[in-house]
């Protein structure tokens, strides 16, 4: 193997590319945001990091709120138009289709063809350098019904979630293991009908 070194980038990938909703249900904006997760369990916090010209940067931290709504593979062209032209001289919604609802709990508009939308409250907005991070309490998660299977879980796994990583969106493919399977021990075979003695 060898190495080189580069200087100091923002390499962290896979990330989301999710659209964050802000404004109001009259005025409603999304900004597509990469740098965005999450930072603390219980109690359930986000957060976002924004450039101080974007023109959700005001919205957000004059509302205090905003919803971090989870890109499909359907919503993949939206998400990067909304990442591309700014609510200053469009409508977002308009010009992508996607339909603004309330916020169950937050005051701002979620998407309502998102499978999840995180409703969030600002707690502190810290200055770093190119962006701001804004912390942010969880308010509640809003989620899709349509993808609540019979036996009552959220199939989150069926609804194409698009991941971003160094230019390039990709959609997510096939499950290589969950939780804890690395330290799982292997189910034991049932011996097939034929074999039992
Ligand atoms: C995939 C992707 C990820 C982005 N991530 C961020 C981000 O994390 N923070 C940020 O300030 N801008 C980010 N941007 C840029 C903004 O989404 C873009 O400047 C947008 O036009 C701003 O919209 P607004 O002016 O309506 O707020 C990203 C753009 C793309 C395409």
Avoid at 92 to 105: A, C, N, V
Avoid at 157 to 186: I, M, N, P, W
């Amino acid at each position: 193997m060898s190495k080189t070194l580069w200087k100091p980038g923002t390499m962290v990938y896979p990330v989301p590319a999710a659209m964050v909703t802000c404004g109001t249900m009259e005025t409603p904006n999304i900004i597509t945001v990469a740098w965005t997760g999450t930072i603390c369990t219980n109690p359930a916090m986000t957060y976002i990091s924004l450039r101080k010209e974007r023109y959700s940067y005001d919205l957000i931290k004059n509302q205090g709120q905003f919803a971090i709504n989870l890109s499909t593979k359907a919503l993949v062209k939206a998400a990067d138009y909304c990442g591309v032209k700014s609510g200053r001289e469009v409508n977002k919604f308009e010009q992508t289709g996607l339909t603004p609802i309330p916020g169950l709990i937050a005051q701002v508009p979620i998407i309502a063809e998102s499978p999840l939308s995180i409703e969030c409250e600002v707690t502190e907005i810290k200055a770093l350098g190119s962006h701001d991070m804004f912390f942010a309490k969880v308010l509640g998660v809003t989620i899709e019904e349509s993808f609540m299977d019979r036996d009552g879980r959220f199939r989150l796994d069926r609804s194409e979630l698009v991941a971003y990583s160094h230019g390039a969106y990709y959609e997510l493919g096939k499950s290589l293991g969950t939780f804890g399977f690395s330290v799982q021990k292997k189910k034991k075979k049932k011996p097939s009908p034929q074999k039992r003695r």
